[in-house]
Each structure stands twice: as structure tokens, then as C-alpha cells.
């Protein structure tokens, strides 16, 4: 519950600041325009922001959104999206102000509209800038890893771009001991297309009640108690304490926001937290 209300106060207080826009500040608003030299390729020009986004495949992201916030207190500085060859180019931006920059996708997801935040490339492009000295900031779409901006710890719920299941124990025999593997296998295509694979983690619920990083998609989950013998025990799982099956159909919802897809600066995912119970036998 800490988790999820500071990560909750955060996006709001994020989203308020967005929605401030100070000219005086130059905060000029969209200066798209596609960079023919430009991308991962591009050389640092003064006076220029520019880069390139790709998704999970390294092909050229079309319609992604760039989002520059003043690094201070991430105010409105500036959008943009990316042209046909995932490239795009800023330079209506005040030149001695350090700023902060991300790139946000929006996909339509199992008749959900989601917004998903697009991992910068590498740690470096991470950095705050000036556009006194220009920058390149290139963007990679991942569905799982570590968001090396996050102000939570690595086994925090919000610190991953893949999908968080906070999950519940409603066992009547009282053993909360065992660990419980829990089975996830894709029951369709991930959110980005790809096919996906089948995930096993091993939860000590004595330890922690979060499974972390998984890819947005849908699955179905099972679950099985080991035992300190090594017998496994299958367990039911579902969406409450008092209804479960040995399957269960689940999938990743997008957060809820009345913001315009990437009018933010925020180190989250867009994913919502799923919910999942493991019941006794």
C-alpha cells in the first residue's frame, strides 16, 4: 500500500506540473521535424535535441511521443513525435536550462487504449542536457528491465517496465511458509506482437508479495506450493479469496489518467498493478 500510494502521488504531481506550461521559460511547444542525418547515427549539434526510437524489434517507432521537462520540476518544455524512419528533432527549447527527456507509446491493446513508457537506449540517455550543447537521446521500447531513473528500489513495485502482480494468500491450512511457483503462459500475442514465452518465478510470500517485470500481455497462471521435502502441491488462483481454479485468465490494464498520452515526465511503466490470489487446495 507505501508502494502504491507514492507511486500514485507521484504521477499526480507529475501530471499537474505537465499541465503548467511557462512560456517565459520557453516552453515553446512542438518543433517536430525529422533529422535526415539524425538517430543513432546523428553527430551532436549545438542547439539541437534529436534522436531515434525503435521498438522491441530495432525497427523505426512511427508516432512516438518525446516529452522535454525542465529537470528541476519537470514543467513543460516541449513535444514532439517521430517521423516514418522513428527520428525527430527539437530546437524551440531555452539553451541554458538543464532538461529531462522521454518517449511514450500508445498502443491498442485487447480493446484497451494503453500508454507505455519507451526505455531509453542506454544509461546515458538517461542524462540531463542543455541544449546549449546539443544532445542526441535515442529510445529503445522494452518490455521488461530496470528503469535506471526510478526513485524506487529494485524490488519496488514501479521501478520495471514490465508489469507488476501484487499477489494475495488466502490459505486455510495456515502454511505461508512454502514458496509458491507461479506459471504464466502467454495465451495470445504480447503487447508489442511478439509471440512470448512461458515465465516461472518462485515467490516467498514471507519476503515479498510482488512478482515483478513481466511482460504486458495475457496469460494464464497456475500456481504450485513446494515444500521444504521438495512435494509440490498444485494451489488455485483467481481474482478474490473466495473463488479460484487451477487456471486463471489473466492480463495487464493500462493506468488510468486523464492525461493526453505523453504529456508527462514520470518514471513509470503504464501499467496498472494486477491482483492476483493464491488459494488453498
Not at 519537470?74 to 513535444?79: E, L, P
Not at 507488476?164 to 502454511?175: E, H, K, P, V
Request: charged content about 20%; hydrophobic content about 35%; overall charge negative.
Amino acid at each position: 500500500m507505501r508502494t502504491m500510494l507514492k507511486w500514485a502521488v507521484a504521477a499526480c504531481l507529475v501530471g499537474m506540473l505537465s499541465s503548467c506550461e511557462d512560456k517565459d521559460k520557453g516552453g515553446g511547444g512542438a518543433d517536430s521535424g525529422t533529422d535526415p542525418g539524425g538517430g543513432s547515427g546523428g553527430a551532436v549539434q549545438p542547439g539541437v535535441l534529436k534522436g531515434r526510437v525503435v521498438d522491441t524489434r530495432g525497427q523505426p517507432l512511427e508516432g512516438a511521443v518525446i516529452y522535454t521537462g525542465f529537470a528541476l520540476d519537470h514543467s513543460t518544455a516541449g513535444s514532439t513525435r517521430t517521423d516514418a524512419q522513428g527520428n525527430y528533432q527539437l530546437t524551440k527549447l531555452v539553451q541554458n536550462v538543464p532538461y529531462k527527456v522521454d518517449a511514450w507509446v500508445g498502443v491498442d491493446y485487447r480493446g484497451k487504449k494503453f500508454c507505455l513508457r519507451v526505455s531509453p537506449e542506454t544509461s546515458s540517455d538517461y542524462n540531463t542536457f542543455t541544449l546549449r550543447e546539443g544532445a542526441v537521446r535515442n529510445f529503445r521500447w522494452r518490455l521488461q528491465g530496470r528503469m535506471e531513473d526510478s526513485t524506487f528500489g529494485p524490488e519496488e513495485d514501479g521501478s520495471w517496465f514490465g508489469g507488476t502482480i501484487r499477489l494475495f494468500s488466502a490459505f486455510d491450512d495456515g502454511d505461508f511458509k512454502s514458496p509458491i511457483e507461479l506459471s504464466l503462459t502467454p495465451s495470445g500475442p504480447l503487447i508489442d506482437g511478439s509471440t512470448g514465452a512461458v515465465i516461472t518465478r518462485l515467490v516467498d510470500l514471507q519476503k515479498s508479495q510482488f512478482v515483478l517485470d513481466i511482460p504486458a500481455g495475457a496469460y494464464k497462471v497456475s500456481a504450485t506450493r513446494v515444500k521444504a521435502d521438495g512435494t509440490r502441491m498444485p494451489i488455485r488462483v483467481g481474482s478474490n479469496s473466495s473463488q479460484g481454479s487451477s487456471e486463471y485468465d489473466f492480463e495487464f490494464n493500462p493506468v488510468q489518467t486523464v492525461l493526453e498520452c505523453g504529456s508527462y515526465v514520470a518514471a513509470i511503466s503504464g501499467l496498472e498493478r494486477g491482483i492476483l490470489y493464491v488459494i488453498s487446495p
